[in-house]
Nanobody, 127 residues
Framework: QVQFVESGGGLVQPGGSLRLSCAVP????????IGWFRQAPGKEREGVSC????????IYADSVRGRFTISRDKAKNMVYLQMNSLKPEDTAVYYC????????????????????WGQGTQVTVSS
């Protein structure tokens, strides 16, 4: 069973940075659009960012645009989410997943198009 593995979360002060990593052993990410999602306590899972399979196009939720950057290292078969200027409202469990319906990204980032969910990584922004 394919399952993504997220890492890199932690506790950070407001204004700080974290880089999340997404790996999937035994599965090639090259051909898929990859999305990052997050779920805060008591809230629904929401799309944060998407990177197309070609790495040409990206999409960001309004709440993170200008602060977060999604990228891929095909040689390492990894996808990353660089998060800068973190705010308390960014606190959530963050997940990555593959888009099984398209290789491009479109807005809004639709949860049902993605699969191979991992366990997520906790990001806590607090002073």
């Amino acid at each position: 069973q394919v399952q993504f593995v997220e890492s890199g979360g932690g506790l950070v002060q407001p204004g700080g940075s974290l880089r999340l990593s997404c790996a999937v052993p035994g599965f090639t990410l090259d051909y898929y659009a990859i999305g990052w999602f997050r779920q805060a306590p008591g809230k629904e899972r929401e799309g944060v960012s998407c990177l197309s399979s070609s790495d040409i196009s990206t999409i960001y939720a309004d709440s993170v645009r200008g602060r977060f950057t999604i990228s891929r290292d095909k040689a390492k078969n990894m996808v990353y989410l660089q998060m800068n200027s973190l705010k308390p409202e960014d606190t959530a469990v963050y997940y990555c997943a593959a888009n099984l319906m398209r290789t491009s990204c479109r807005e809004p980032i639709l949860l049902y198009e993605y699969d191979y969910w991992g366990q997520g990584t906790q990001v806590t922004v607090s002073s």
